[in-house]
């Protein structure tokens, strides 16, 4: 079995199947340990147990959450799980990369279940932030993450092939986990990935095809001292040699998780294509 959509261990794991089938929350206290289970949950939780092993369903899919800086996020198969880093960047408000207090738009590329815009919208309460997918069905999904917390205001959910919905539309920050695997590593992927969506995780021959996308088209959205950071995972190599003439900066998280790379609206327009 593998672990890294949501727990890196069988423990967490068990603890999450076997709360959400009490109805107890993660953090339950410890007087919910005294109770006692009864057969109907005790049949409900062996069940969802018994769908992890034998099936090798991801955890949060048989639960229909997740948590993502700090936020609850419905997930079901239509959307790629929550696991990046950029969570730990949107909560420190990507400094010292940009000055909070100027961002006024946010702009998510491959939105999915809405996590990073949601996220982001959390972070910067003063800004609009426009989520883009390709998928109608993430789209969906987002919007039931959307209504949920509430930010229906400021969070526009709109159906793009990457950039091309937006028209002359530009932001102080794009943010973007796109599909970054590569052909060969599809195919060796633990069966867990089987279970979500294909075309958020595919990527073409060496895992560069939104990638470059991004790359090629980002810079006339970003807005002066506006910034790039995009996920791209253990496609990180192939980005660095494919693209040797950008300067990126490449980040580093306290709580693990790296592949992600940043670039000034500047740096963008230096470089001609």
């Known amino acids: 079995m593998f672990f890294g959509h949501g727990t890196d261990n069988a423990l967490d794991d068990s603890a999450a199947l076997v709360l959400h089938a009490l109805n107890l929350p993660h953090d339950a206290p410890l007087g919910a340990y005294k109770r006692r289970v009864s057969e109907a949950a005790r049949r409900r939780a062996e069940h969802l147990l018994d769908r992890r092993i034998l099936e090798r369903i991801p955890a949060v899919y048989l639960t229909g959450v997740t948590w993502f800086a700090g936020l609850p996020i419905h997930v079901d198969p239509r959307v790629l799980i ?5 969570a730990e960047l949107i909560e420190r408000q990507f400094i010292p990369w940009i000055d909070p207090a100027r ?83 599809l195919r060796s992927l633990p069966a867990e990935y089987r279970h979500e969506p294909q075309m958020a995780l595919a990527a073409g021959p060496a895992g560069l095809d ?8 980002a810079g006339r959205h970003l807005r002066a001292r506006g910034i790039l950071v995009v996920e791209v995972g253990n496609t990180a190599a192939a980005v660095r040699r494919a693209y040797r003439h950008l300067p990126f900066t490449w980040l580093e998280f306290e709580r693990g998780g790296g592949g992600v790379f940043l670039l000034t609206a500047e740096q963008l327009r230096a470089h001609v294509w």
Not at 121 to 137: G, H, L, T, Y
Request: with cysteine.
């Open 103 to 185: 961002v006024r738009r946010v702009l998510d590329v491959g939105t999915g279940s809405g996590c990073i815009a949601i996220a982001c919208a959390k972070a910067f309460p003063r800004a609009q932030v426009d989520a883009v997918d390709i998928s109608e069905a993430a789209l969906e999904v987002a919007r039931i993450n959307v209504r949920r917390h509430r930010l229906g205001r400021r969070l526009s959910l709109i159906e793009s092939d990457h950039f091309s919905a937006l028209g002359a539309e530009t932001y102080d920050i794009i943010v973007a986990n796109p599909p970054y695997v590569g052909a060969r590593e």
């Open 82 to 86: 929550p696991r990046s880093p950029l």
């Open 210 to 217: 939104s990638v470059e996308i991004i790359l090629r088209r």
